[in-house]
Every structure is written in structure tokens, then in C-alpha cells.
């Protein structure tokens, strides 16, 4: 279960945990400072979850009222579709809206290789140049099949410790 904390802007008022967007509008709505006034801004914190809602935490920021919509997601979201939405915020620059509609649909395919000489090899495997004979295939220049990749918009990244290479359609 994810946990956050909605730290006060106002520092005489102590700030709260809560793990769903019930508990943030209970809690938050009886909160008032020493002069009976009630607080109503926060910095909504990530402290505890799995790596995938951290990082999406990270690469979306959501406010205080967003926090709900960010904690549904989170629930809804498939391994795959936590990894493009990251992507989408963190490295593309999607608006959180555009990401959660559909973020299967996303136009952003996921390979699962440490790098772009990786990815070279499994298309030359998969047929990229057709058939290649067993003795040719030591002259194959991997490198600079990966350097042609990252031409035509093949990305390396990093999210949440796995090493992945993505294109944008």
C-alpha cells in the first residue's frame, strides 16, 4: 500500500499520512492552524510504495488536487502501462491528463534490452536485413546498426532500476 504525507505550508500546523484520497479529504478538511483558521494548502509527499508508483510519483508531481486522481491511477495501471506513463511524463513531456485517458494506447513502443546494440542484435535475429548466412553474421556491425536507430528515435532510459529502449510513433 502506498503511503504519503500532506505536509502545511502553514508551520505552526503538523501535517498528516494518508494512503487513500478518503483519508486525505477527511483529514485535511478538519485541519486548522493555533488561530482556528483552516488549512488549506499542501505539499503532497511520497513516503512509501512500490518503485513503479515512486517514480510515476516523481515524473508527474501531483498537487493536493490531483492526489486523488494520481492514487487511482496508480491502482488501475499495469506493470506496461505504469512504464509508458513514466516515460511519457518523465521523458516526453505528456501532460498527466493526455498519459492517464489510455496509456496502453500511448504511441510509445517498450523493448525490454539493456541498450541499442541489444535491440540491433534481436532485429537482425528477427529478420531485419532478411536471411543472413551463420558465416556473415560476424561482419555485421552492431554498433553502427544501434547508432541508426538512435537516429530514427530509438531512446535508452532507466525506470525503476530496468534498463529499457523505447520509440516514440
Known amino acids: 500500500m502506498t ?3 500532506a505536509q502545511p505550508y502553514n508551520t505552526s500546523v503538523e501535517g498528516f ?5 478518503e483519508q486525505y479529504a477527511e483529514k485535511s478538511q478538519d485541519l486548522t492552524d493555533p488561530f482556528g483558521q483552516p ?10 510504495g512500490g518503485q513503479l508508483a515512486c517514480e510515476l510519483f516523481e515524473a ?14 496508480c491502482g488501475d495501471l499495469s506493470e506496461e502501462a505504469f512504464l509508458t506513463a513514466i516515460i511519457a511524463l ?12 489510455d496509456p496502453d494506447n500511448l504511441p510509445i513502443t517498450l523493448y525490454r534490452v539493456d541498450c541499442l546494440k541489444e535491440l540491433a542484435e534481436q532485429f537482425v535475429e528477427e529478420g531485419l536485413f532478411g536471411e543472413i548466412p551463420e558465416r556473415l553474421d560476424f561482419y555485421l556491425d552492431y554498433g553502427a546498426v544501434a547508432r541508426d536507430l538512435s537516429i530514427d528515435g530509438y531512446t535508452e532510459t532507466i525506470v525503476a532500476g530496468e534498463r529499457l529502449v523505447y520509440r516514440t510513433e
Do not use: C, H, M
Not at 90 to 101: E, K
Open 39 to 48: 488549512v488549506e494548502e499542501f505539499e503532497i509527499q511520497f513516503i512509501n
Open 90 to 101: 518523465r521523458d516526453l513531456g505528456y501532460r498527466p491528463a493526455d498519459v492517464l485517458d
Open 60 to 73: 508527474w508531481r501531483p498537487g493536493q488536487s490531483e492526489v486523488g486522481t494520481f492514487i487511482e491511477a
Open 3 to 5: 503511503l504519503f504525507y
Open 17 to 21: 499520512y494518508f494512503k487513500s484520497a
